[in-house]
């Protein structure tokens, strides 16, 4: 019975060891260039109902219950959802900072499946009169002993596709002009 017991304590000390030597944090960016110019790209990221337009979560489940505190494009507005599909959950997201045609800094509190926050901050490059690189920066964690997931998760991978996604949808609204302000 000791022995049984020593196995079993060594099993659940194990992963609780090596969680205290993982990071908590994980970062990623992807970046797009668009032709269209800058102040026309920041005037519609700034404003987050645009993201129903282009952003893979916020598309993912175009019957989630939406609710709205704040005036868009503007500091402190805030834009939550709550969806019935486990993998959109709810969340809410609040405009942290905005720069005039160079960023636009947002938190993101995700409630459910899982608790958490992130920084997603979107920055505007003029390359051209009619050219933009846009990039979109995500940084988020996990706490102990959470944290030990980030050895078996690849959110760079997983998230980064993600991104990309929601980069090229906001090419392609932009470019082709199917531009909706919702």
């Given at each position: 019975?000791?022995?049984?017991?020593s196995i079993?304590?060594a099993?659940?000390a194990?992963?609780?060891?090596v969680a205290l030597?993982?990071?908590k944090?994980?970062?990623l960016q992807?970046?797009?260039?668009i032709?269209r110019?800058?102040?026309?790209?920041?005037d519609y990221v700034?404003?987050?109902r645009?993201q129903?337009?282009?952003?893979?979560?916020?598309?993912?489940?175009?019957h989630a219950?939406k609710?709205?505190?704040?005036?868009?494009?503007?500091?402190?507005?805030?834009?939550?959802?709550?969806?019935?599909?486990?993998?959109?959950?709810?969340?809410?997201?609040?405009i942290?900072d905005?720069v005039a045609d160079e960023?636009?800094?947002?938190e993101?509190?995700f409630i459910k499946?899982f608790e958490?926050?992130?920084?997603?901050?979107?920055?505007?490059?003029?390359?051209?009169p009619?050219q933009?690189?846009?990039?979109w920066?995500?940084?988020?964690g996990?706490?102990?002993?959470?944290?030990i997931?980030l050895?078996?998760i690849?959110?760079?991978?997983?998230l980064?596709?993600?991104?990309e996604?929601?980069?090229q949808?906001?090419?392609?609204?932009q470019e082709?002009?199917t531009v909706?302000?919702l």
């Amino acid at each position: 019975m000791t022995t049984f017991l020593s196995i079993l304590l060594a099993l659940i000390a194990l992963p609780l060891i090596v969680a205290l030597f993982v990071r908590k944090k994980y970062a990623l960016q992807r970046a797009i260039t668009i032709n269209r110019p800058c102040a026309v790209l920041y005037d519609y990221v700034s404003h987050v109902r645009n993201q129903e337009a282009f952003n893979k979560w916020m598309m993912a489940d175009p019957h989630a219950r939406k609710t709205y505190r704040g005036t868009d494009g503007t500091v402190g507005f805030v834009y939550a959802w709550d969806s019935d599909m486990k993998q959109v959950g709810q969340g809410e997201q609040e405009i942290k900072d905005l720069v005039a045609d160079e960023r636009v800094a947002l938190e993101v509190r995700f409630i459910k499946p899982f608790e958490g926050k992130a920084d997603s901050t979107i920055t505007f490059q003029s390359v051209s009169p009619d050219q933009t690189i846009v990039t979109w920066a995500f940084q988020s964690g996990m706490k102990y002993p959470m944290n030990i997931m980030l050895l078996f998760i690849d959110f760079e991978k997983i998230l980064g596709k993600d991104l990309e996604i929601t980069l090229q949808n906001l090419k392609d609204v932009q470019e082709n002009k199917t531009v909706a302000y919702l």
